[in-house]
Every structure is written in C-alpha cells, then in structure tokens.
C-alpha cells in the first residue's frame, strides 16, 4: 500500500503561483511512477501532469505546458507541482497519483490516489 498526502493548495492570484507537494509512504516511492489530476466543480477529472519513477520523462496536459512543472525528490519521497502563470480555469481540486514505475502515468493505471487539495485561482 502506498498512502499519499497533498499540501500547498489555497488561494492563488491570476498570474500567480502556487506550489503543491505529495509525500508518499509505504512502499518504495522510487519504484512508482506518479502524476497529479485534477477536478473543477461540475467537470470530470483530468490529467495535468506525470512523471516516470526515474524523472527522466515528463508529461503534460496541453493548457498547463510552459505553465506547470513536474518533479520529484525520492531521496524526500515527495512530488511536487510548481504552478506558474495561474488562471482561473485552473481552479480545482488536485490530486496525486501514484501507478507502475514502466508507465507515464494515465489515470486508467493509477493504483493509488490523495484525497486532493484544493487550487482556487480568483481574477
């Protein structure tokens, strides 16, 4: 089992930016491939961005590339989300995604999820 926790959401400004980690435990983190999702109200979940267990190899959904940034530390067992340039649109819950390590993460292959943080991106 892999337990996630997110931290850093909150309020953000439009043009502002707002940095989410993940810290995993359980498991050995580095075998894992991880990635963040996202829901905003009334709309289904959506990937944003993911990461091979290596950080060789990054993903992202096309409105957040240039935007958004990837990385983790395995050393810390901890993803982050750097955020840059926020928009409105980008207001939703976040959530962390942990699946096998040969894989960039899609949501059909996650075996485990956070609860989420909350990203409230106000004009």
């Known amino acids: 089992q892999v337990q996630l926790v997110e931290s850093g959401g909150g309020l953000g400004q439009a043009g502002g930016s707002l940095r989410l980690s993940c810290a995993a435990s359980?498991?050995?983190?580095?075998?894992?491939?991880m990635g963040w999702f996202r829901q905003a109200p009334g709309k289904e979940r959506e990937f944003v961005a993911a990461i091979t267990w290596s950080g060789r190899t990054t993903s992202y959904l096309n409105s957040v590339k240039g935007r958004f940034t990837i990385s983790r530390d395995n050393a810390k067992n901890t993803v982050y989300l750097q955020m840059n340039s926020l928009k409105p649109e980008d207001t939703a819950v976040y959530y962390c995604a942990a699946g096998p390590s040969g894989v960039v993460l899609t949501a059909p292959l996650v075996d485990y999820w956070g609860k989420g943080t909350l990203v409230t991106v106000s004009t």
């Open positions: 359980g498991r050995t983190f580095s075998s894992y491939a």
